[in-house]
Structure formats: C-alpha cells, structure tokens
T-cell receptor, first 116, second 111 residues
C-alpha cells in the first residue's frame, strides 16, 4: 500500500531532550516536507527536500533540523525541544507531476508532540 | 507573497444542506489551487484541484471553480452528509515550491 509513515504517533518529552520524528514513504517520491499544525494558524512548512541531499528551509525552520540521506526517509530532528514546539506535525511527500513537483501532497497521519 | 484566506469556522450544517466554504487568494502569475480535507485523526488528503482560470475541480460531490477575476476558489457541495465532517484547507502553489495553506475551516454535519 502506498503511504507515508510517521513515527511515533504521540510523543511527550521534556524541554531540552533531543528527539527525532521519523518519516518514510514507499512511493519513490522526490519531494518531501514537514509541516506543523497549530490551532488558528493552519499548516506551516518547517523544511522541505527536493531530492536526496537537497533540503531547504520553509516558513518556520527555527529549532528544527532535517536530513535526506535516502530518498524514502526524511527525519525531523529537534535538538533541544522547547514548549513552543508543542504541536501536531505532518510529513508529506509528492511525485513530480508533469515536470512540476508538489502538485499533489501525500500526508502521513501525524505526530502529536508535547514538550513539557 | 502568496497567501490564501478562507472563511473562519466552525461551520455547522444539517445533513443534506448546501455547503459553501469561501477561499480567496493573493498570488502573482497563475497559481494552481487546491482543496485538501482532513478527517479526524488523519493527515490531509487532496480533495480537488484546478490549475488554470475557469477550471472546475470536482470530487466526491464537491466542486470548486478557479475564478481569476475574483481571485477565488470557493468549495461547494449540494447536499452534505455526516461523513463530510472534517477540516477543509484551501491551498495554492505559486511560482515557488511550497504549497501555501489557509488556516482551515472546520465543518460539522449533524443528522
């Protein structure tokens, strides 16, 4: 089954304790992205990747890191989480559609992160 | 920069009522426009899209028409069902790589 898989689904941690949220897609998509969803703010892009070893900042990259060593995986790393990073996080991927990337995004089921 | 504005929710409707969720956009050039839907506890799914002016996207009884003259892409459905209860996001892709999402409109359909 074609899908984007995020883990964990729920995570509670404490301020300053490094964590990684994993994301994997089995559709051979070039484009991958991380979003955070907050009440009243909708979805905001954190980082994205156009292909292996190519990553770039989105709208709210502060406090996050990513890597893209393999095409299928795009982990999100919080080196020193803070309470303002409590949010619902989504990973998404996309094929190239008629030569344009990012016409249709496939989303994971989300990771609810709470930083105490 | 590119942006999307959609109506605030929540929207509460009775089953079989007519639905309109307004979406307007600001963008240079000719953006592609999308509606995504998020069912409870799930990620977003593409509902429909339109890539040029006057295109109509449709899926599952939902429709939206790309109106360049009014910079709008309003979502409509003639008769909503309880199963349509979800959060709906309007989005656009302009000249950059990112999809710009609206803040989402929550829809609750009651029996």
């Amino acid at each position: 089954e074609a899908q984007v898989t995020q883990n964990p689904r729920y995570l509670i941690t404490v301020t300053g304790k490094k964590l990684t949220v994993t994301c994997s897609q089995n559709m051979n998509h070039e484009y991958m992205s991380w979003y955070r969803q907050d009440p009243g703010l909708g979805l905001r892009q954190i980082y994205y990747s156009m292909n292996v070893e190519v990553t770039d900042k989105g709208d709210v990259p502060e406090g996050y890191k990513v890597s893209r060593k393999e095409k299928r995986n795009f982990p999100l790393i919080l080196e020193s989480p803070s309470p303002n990073q409590t949010s619902l996080y989504f990973c998404a991927s996309s094929p190239k559609d008629r030569g344009r990337t990012n016409e249709k995004l496939f989303f994971g089921s989300g990771t609810q992160l709470s930083v105490l | 920069g590119d942006s999307v504005t959609q109506m605030e929710g929540p929207v509460t409707l009775s089953e079989e009522a007519f639905l309109t969720i307004n979406c307007t956009y600001t963008a240079t050039g000719y953006p592609s426009l999308f509606w995504y839907v998020q069912y409870p506890g799930e990620g977003l799914q593409l509902l429909l899209k339109a890539t040029k002016a006057d295109d109509k996207g449709s899926n599952k009884g939902f429709e939206a028409t790309y109106r360049k003259e009014t910079t709008s892409f309003h979502l409509e459905k003639g008769s909503v069902q309880v199963s349509d209860s979800a959060v709906y996001f309007c989005a656009l892709r302009g000249t950059g790589y990112a999809l710009n999402f609206g803040k989402g409109t929550s829809l609750l359909v009651t029996p």
